[in-house]
């Protein structure tokens, strides 16, 4: 018998910031000045996920399993590096480590 498997809230850490330029919950972020982030271009490493907002004052999930529409090829289940763009992540030999635990043909689930 398979049983259905959630790895939401696990792990997870979230730390509030100030956001630079604009962004929405959903959204990578990295490191643009201190306590303050944006949002994630193409090939960016991401530091975390955009978990809510008000105004230009963002929470940021740090840690734990969050999930990301798949851009490119290349996305495998275990470990991977992934870059950034907005809410889509790609496979990127020189980017954020992560380890894969659900994938399908849109996007992929993973713990950073």
């Known amino acids: 018998m398979m049983m259905k498997t959630c790895y939401l ?4 850490v979230v730390a509030t910031f100030n ?3 604009n962004g929405e ?3 990578f972020v990295k490191m643009s000045g201190n306590g303050t ?3 994630c271009s ?8 955009i978990s809510s907002k008000s105004g230009d004052v ?3 999930q740090l840690k734990g399993y969050m999930e990301g529409k798949i851009s490119g090829t290349g996305h495998t289940l275990g470990h ?3 870059s950034a763009a907005a809410g889509s992540v790609a496979v990127s ?7 894969v635990v659900y994938k399908d043909a849109d996007k992929i689930g993973f713990f950073i």
Do not use: H, S, Y
Request: net charge negative.
């Open 9 to 12: 809230g696990i792990g997870e």
């Open 19 to 21: 956001l630079d330029g």
């Open 25 to 27: 919950i959903g959204d």
């Open 37 to 39: 982030v944006a949002v």
């Open 42 to 49: 193409q090939t960016d490493n991401p530091i975390g996920k």
């Open 58 to 60: 963002v929470g940021i």
């Open 80 to 82: 991977l590096k992934i």
């Open 93 to 99: 030999a020189n980017g954020t480590p992560v380890l």
